[in-house]
């Protein structure tokens, strides 16, 4: 059984940083390519960044490039999204998410996008930023 579980968000001011972790457990092959996606209030649900495995290339939303990074930890079966420079308009729930088939990452951080359609998702991790 697939599982995912993400951590490390919490409450920060402006400017601050913040790792965000994820774990997942289950899968019997590598998945092609894992995001993050975050829920803020009063907009649409938004994939931020994604990492494609096979390349090892990672792609981001233009609203959170060159504060945002996707790494990943294989052995560890571990993704991380570091964030710096948070804003206050980064305040929201962050997911991990993932699927069993292959996903572009491109589509899933273009503008409009909420990655709803990719299968497997954590319960997500609350960042809140205080000005």
């Known amino acids: 059984q697939v599982q995912i579980v993400e951590s490390g968000g919490g409450s920060v001011q402006s400017g601050g940083s913040l790792r965000l972790s994820c774990v997942t457990s289950g899968f019997s092959y590598d998945y092609y390519a894992i995001a993050w996606a975050r829920q803020v209030p009063g907009k649409q649900r938004e994939g931020v960044a994604c990492?494609?495995?096979?390349?090892?290339?990672?792609y981001y939303a233009d609203s959170v490039k060159g504060r945002f990074a996707i790494s990943r930890d294989k052995d560890k079966n571990t993704v991380f999204l570091q964030i710096d420079d948070l804003m206050p308009e980064d305040t929201g729930i962050y997911y991990c998410?993932?699927?069993?088939?292959?996903?572009?990452?491109?589509?899933?951080?273009?503008?409009?996008?909420?990655?709803?359609?990719?299968?497997?998702w954590g319960k997500g991790t609350p960042v809140t930023v205080s000005s």
């Open positions: 990492l494609s495995v096979g390349d090892k290339k990672t």
């Open positions: 998410v993932t699927d069993s088939s292959p996903f572009p990452c491109q589509v899933v951080v273009s503008p409009g996008s909420n990655a709803n359609g990719l299968r497997y």
